[in-house]
């Protein structure tokens, strides 16, 4: 079993929709969660970062983290056709152990149509 | 403009050749990343750098190599005992003492024929 489980997708949707992200994982130790993302051969672009449980909200985009059931998700409410990119899911130990080390989810490929 | 930068953007070689790819960065990060990525999947972890002259191996090194001579920099050669070497090459960066968030280049695509 992978450590970080995300659908690969393709998700598409019109716009203006919700969209709802999601990855689950298998350790519990895991303690920082990002969301990245990545348009079509470009490197990917920090998105969403958070500490530990709760919500995060930045703009249209929010980030949750329920770590009871270990499950994060990134919604984007009025979606654009300009959010049409992969996103991954990331995330890594506290800061005590392994370097920053970030383990990630394959991506899931979202297509906002106008 | 700080930033990472990879070079180039398409590689182009022959099976059998060894080839560097360039990553630089200017952020004054500790800790830098290599990543290969085929279609459809994550991210996997090639080699990552703490410091200067320091560097360990991630989930799949086999066939890869890297130097760090200088902060800002992180090349990584891609040898001939990479089984399948063509795809997508990312560089990253971080800044270290518990900060996890990590910047990504642009990104090297290499083909082999």
């Known amino acids: 079993q992978k450590e970080v489980e995300q659908d690969p997708g393709p998700l598409s949707v019109p716009e203006g929709a919700i969209v709802s992200l999601n990855c689950t994982y298998s350790n519990s130790a895991f303690q920082y969660f990002m969301w990245y993302r990545q348009y079509s051969r470009k490197g990917p672009e920090l998105l969403m970062y958070t500490y530990s449980s709760g919500n995060k909200e930045d703009g249209r985009f929010t980030a949750q983290v329920d770590k009871s059931s270990k499950y994060i998700s990134l919604f984007i409410r009025d979606s654009q056709p300009s959010d049409s990119a992969t996103y991954l899911c990331a995330m890594s130990f506290d800061r005590g152990s392994t370097l920053g080390r970030l383990y990630f989810g394959r991506g899931t490929q979202l297509t906002v149509w106008p | 403009d700080g930033g990472i930068t990879q070079s180039p953007k398409y590689l182009f070689r022959k099976e059998g050749q060894n080839v560097t790819l360039s990553c630089e960065q200017n952020l004054n990060h500790d800790a830098m990343y290599w990543y290969r990525q085929d279609p459809g999947q994550g991210l996997r972890l090639i080699y990552y750098?703490?410091?200067?002259?320091?560097?360990q191996k991630g989930d799949i090194a086999e066939g890869y190599s890297v130097s760090r001579e200088k902060k800002e920099s992180f090349p990584l050669t891609v040898t001939s005992a990479q089984k399948n070497p063509t795809a997508f090459y990312l560089c990253?960066?971080?800044?270290?003492?518990?900060?996890?968030?990590?910047?990504f280049g642009p990104g090297t695509r290499l083909t082999v024929t």
């Open positions: 750098s703490q410091i200067v002259n320091d560097f």
């Open positions: 990253a960066s971080s800044m270290t003492g518990g900060v996890h968030e990590q910047y």
